[in-house]
């Protein structure tokens, strides 16, 4: 079964606008992470947060986690054309022996 | 390698066959995980391995699906009398930490069942 669940499925912008998916899960985690998927690739790594962590940065990337909502989101700002991919949530829990599951993902298509 | 390598890219089979799958990981990569991705869909889990212990196949989807990690690298993902319904694109990543480390991806092996 899925840990992480992701809204919206899919989200079309137009470039430049900013990108908010979110994603909530199930049970106490230890990290959650968000990785990207380029139509027919591999997943890509894009940030880790911790669960004593509330929000994290990296370039055009934000996420914040609010474990008492058991919930994350990840912002794009300014998107590009580029940024047009699947994210992915994956989350890790001594419930689960630490092993990553993902969700479904959000399919993001920006618009030139 | 540098990175996660995958073989067959792609992998056309008659419904009853066996297929097999490899993975090779990133050298020095403990933890190795095989995950099942339909078209337009999520990742779905199906066995981890980390280090020496026993891995944890409790996504496998039934007996037909097995996997082996030798020597702690090398992975095979073995499906045997293949059925449509497994066709999807199955994805192995490897990390150097157990659980919480980053994942890195292989570009997948699509299998379709004729």
């Known amino acids: 079964s899925q840990q992480g669940e992701e809204d919206p499925q899919a989200l079309s912008i137009q470039e430049g606008e900013n990108a908010t998916m979110n994603c909530s899960y199930k049970?106490?985690?230890?990290?959650l992470q968000w990785y990207r998927q380029n139509s027919g690739r591999g997943l890509v790594h894009l940030i880790l947060?911790?669960?004593?962590?509330r929000e994290k940065h990296s370039g055009r990337l934000r996420v914040t986690l609010d474990t008492s909502k058991k919930s994350s989101s990840l912002l794009i700002t300014a998107s590009r054309a580029a940024d047009t991919a699947s994210y992915f949530c994956a989350t890790d829990a001594w419930e689960a022996g630490n092993m990553l599951t993902f969700g479904g993902g959000t399919r993001l298509m920006v618009k030139p | 390698g540098a990175g996660v390598s995958q073989s067959p890219s792609n992998k056309v089979t008659e419904k009853g066959k066996d297929v097999e799958l490899r993975c090779d990981p990133i050298?020095?990569?403990?933890?190795l995980y095989w995950y099942r991705q339909s078209l337009g869909q999520g990742l779905e889990f199906l066995i981890y391995?980390?280090?020496?212990?026993?891995?944890?196949k409790s996504g496998l989807p039934s007996d037909r699906f097995s996997a082996e990690r030798t020597g702690g690298s090398v992975s095979t993902l073995t499906i045997q009398r293949t059925q449509q319904e497994d066709s999807a694109v199955y994805l192995c990543?490897?990390?150097?930490?157990?659980?919480?480390?980053?994942?890195?991806f292989g570009e997948g092996s699509r299998l379709t069942v004729l």
């Open positions: 050298s020095g990569h403990t933890a």
């Open positions: 947060i911790r669960s004593n962590e």
């Open positions: 391995f980390q280090g020496n212990s026993a891995p944890d």
């Open positions: 990543a490897s990390s150097i930490l157990q659980g919480s480390g980053e994942l890195f």
């Open positions: 049970t106490s985690i230890n990290n």
